[in-house]
DNA sequence: GGCGGCTGATTACAACTGTAGTCAGACACG
DNA sequence: CGTGTCTGACTACAGTTGTAATCAGCCGCC
């Protein structure tokens, strides 16, 4: 699968969320923060199509946009490099390590356990 | 941090695993599957150098290369990344996915539930 | 029926990345 | 001593990414 970018996966997680959207659509819900053009989410947008990660159908002169890989899909893909990358594909060294860092809290630690309990049954 | 590519990161992966090195003991470390010129391997020391991630001492007219990060550093920095890109920050959702992508086998389970024991107390 | 605005398509351009080649200087061997 | 070798520095060049401008066509409003 294709990579994606930082700019252009703000604009999958746009169609992830609500689709089909056109162009001026997807542009209104990106955050703001970003401060970009129209132009530039049109400029995602035609990547993304060129990339094959997005399809688009046509509603008069304008497009329709919507995402043509599952948000679920990817972040496995990008999860999984990471994992791959970083811990040699074990996950417990990434929670041991997360822990470490403080990235979890009491509450955390419960639900996760609560999780695990869900998953062995 | 600076980013780092994933050809510079097989780099830093050498020289976290034995520092110092030279130009030239790094490109034999590096896995050969990547196929690599030793010229590759010193544009890759050169701009990890400019990066600031790597520092190097003179020996002779040759440098000596080792990590200006720890490797801990910088594998939080990336897993922060992808946790706040795709999860919202949050593990447990990351752990639920790879778990329900079967990455998770009941070994794995038991171990981070220990993990996660040992975390509590 | 012409004009302003919107659309996708095409083009621009700098930074970063992957992959190397060239160059000038030092060193080591014959 | 000369000559090839190795070093870091610099240069090259295409592909990707972020950010946008330009262009040609269509649509609705005055």
New binding site residues.
């Given amino acids: 699968m294709?990579?994606?970018?930082?700019?252009?996966?703000?604009v999958m997680e746009v169609l992830w969320d609500e689709a089909p959207l056109?162009?001026?659509?997807v542009?209104d819900r990106v955050p703001a923060d970003?401060?970009?053009?129209?132009?530039?989410v049109?400029?995602?947008?035609?990547?993304l199509?060129a990339?094959g990660v997005l399809a688009?159908e046509?509603e008069?002169?304008?497009?329709?946009?919507r995402p043509a890989i599952a948000r679920e899909d990817y972040v496995a893909q990008e999860s999984g490099r990471l994992l791959d990358r970083m811990f040699g594909g074990r996950l417990t060294p990434l929670v041991a390590h997360l822990a470490e860092r403080d990235r979890l809290s009491d509450a955390d630690i419960a639900e996760i356990e609560a999780l695990l309990k869900a998953l062995k049954s």
Wanted: proline share 0%; aromatic share 10%.
């Fill in positions: 294709e990579r994606i970018g930082d700019a252009e996966y703000q056109t162009a001026a659509e542009a970003r401060g970009w053009s129209i132009r530039t049109k400029t995602m947008l035609s990547r199509l990339k688009h046509e008069g002169r304008r497009y329709l946009y």
